[in-house]
Antibody, heavy 122, light 107 residues
Framework: QVQLQESGPGLVKPSQTLSLTCTVS??????????WSWIRQHPGKGLEWIGY???????YYNPSLKSRVTISVDTSKNQFSLKLSSVTAADTAVYYC??????????????WGQGTLVTVSS | DIQMTQSPSSLSASVGDRVTITCRAS??????LNWYQQKPGKAPKLLIY???SLQSGVPSRFSGSGSGTDFTLTISSLQPEDFATYYC?????????FGGGTKVEIK
């Protein structure tokens, strides 16, 4: 059974960089076949895709966030990470990591982390 | 980007009711459409993938249909545990987009 777990600070100051890590267990990122994703949800709102990474390092980002987002992977630790720079209060959200078979694939985001609330405040 | 529009944004229904939620894509996405259920404080759960395929472990009262631009999620007989918010998501484009969600509330 694949499990994902987000970790990182729950409070970030405005203008700083939000950094989160997702640790994958029960499956290996380096075995390929999946895109490892970040999705967020503003309080009381819908789901917003942030981006995803393949084990090889190929990334795809939401165009609206692309200038501030970096997703990286560490296959030795079976982890992938999110960095979001120059944060404002509008980046306050629950951040989820998830596994995705990718575009043009007959599957969706099939495993999710429990989510972690990140609040941007001074 | 492909825009996904869900309707209604919310609905009230009773246990045992048949419920239908609609999702429309701004361009054809073939059958690359997925549905999720989210309960308060929990991560979304994949219900349906490829428009009509039931994810393993999901009750058969859930079904999906459609192709191209118009899709539906149907709950044949609403159960107490089905009160939640439902989202559609297109997996046609490398850039992922979700619908705005449909909240199913108890009447």
């Amino acid at each position: 059974q694949v499990q994902l777990q987000e970790s990182g600070p729950g409070l970030v100051k405005p203008s700083q960089t939000l950094s989160l890590t997702c640790t994958v267990s029960g499956g290996s990122i380096s075995s390929g076949g999946y895109y490892w994703s970040w999705i967020r949800q503003h309080p009381g709102k819908g789901l917003e895709w942030i981006g995803y990474i393949y084990y090889s390092g190929s990334t795809y980002y939401n165009p609206s966030l692309k200038s501030r987002v970096t997703i990286s992977v560490d296959t030795s630790k079976n982890q992938f990470s999110l960095k979001l720079s120059s944060v404002t209060a509008a980046d306050t959200a629950v951040y989820y990591c998830a596994r995705y078979l990718g575009p043009i694939a007959v599957a969706g985001f099939d495993y999710w982390g429990q989510g972690t609330l990140v609040t941007v405040s001074s | 980007d492909i825009q996904m529009t869900q309707s209604p944004s919310s609905l009230s229904a009773s246990v045992g009711d048949r419920v239908t939620i609609t999702c429309r894509a701004s361009q054809s996405i073939s059958s690359y459409l997925n549905w999720y259920q989210q309960k308060p404080g929990k991560a979304p759960k994949l219900l349906i993938y490829a428009a009509s395929s039931l994810q393993s472990g999901v009750p058969s009262r859930f079904s999906g249909s459609g192709s191209g631009t118009d899709f539906t999620l149907t709950i044949s007989s609403l159960q107490p545990e089905d009160f939640a918010t439902y989202y559609c998501q297109q997996s046609y484009s490398a850039t992922v987009t979700f619908g705005g969600g449909t909240k199913v509330e108890i009447k």
